[in-house]
Nanobody, 119 residues
Framework: QVQLVESGGGSVQAGGSLRLSCVVS?????LAWFRQAPGKEREGVAV???????GYADSVKGRFTISKDNAKNILYLQMNNLKPEDAAMYYC????????????????WGQGTQVTVSS
């Protein structure tokens, strides 16, 4: 069983930065950040695997960085140069298998943290 608790959301102006955190308890191989804006489907944003490799959605490449502090078991998402279209509820998700951005591959989810970006 994996438990995930996100924090760090908030409201920023376009061009600003936020860092999301997710405390992870339990084993996982893939840890990912997803987001869901009102009226839209949930989409994968960034993923990190046990070996340290990472993957990103094209829409956030060069602006977002996923990382994990293994000593503290905290997953991070550093978001820079935020745009209004980045506004969404952000979720961290975990699975014991290798995965990218298919929701069905992730059995464990946090409760979400809201990010608002004003233009």
């Amino acid at each position: 069983q994996v438990q995930l608790v996100e924090s760090g959301g908030g409201s920023v102006q376009a061009g600003g930065s936020l860092r999301l955190s997710c405390v992870v308890s339990g084993y996982s191989y893939s840890l990912a950040w997803f987001r869901q804006a009102p009226g839209k489907e949930r989409e994968g944003v960034a993923v990190i695997w046990n070996g340290g490799g990472t993957g990103y959605a094209d829409s956030v490449k060069g602006r977002f960085t996923i990382s994990k502090d293994n000593a503290k078991n905290i997953l991070y998402l550093q978001m820079n140069n935020l745009k209004p279209e980045d506004a969404a509820m952000y979720y961290c998700a975990a699975t014991v298998q290798y995965a990218w951005f298919l929701e069905g591959h992730y059995p464990y989810w946090g409760q979400g943290t809201q990010v608002t970006v004003s233009s």
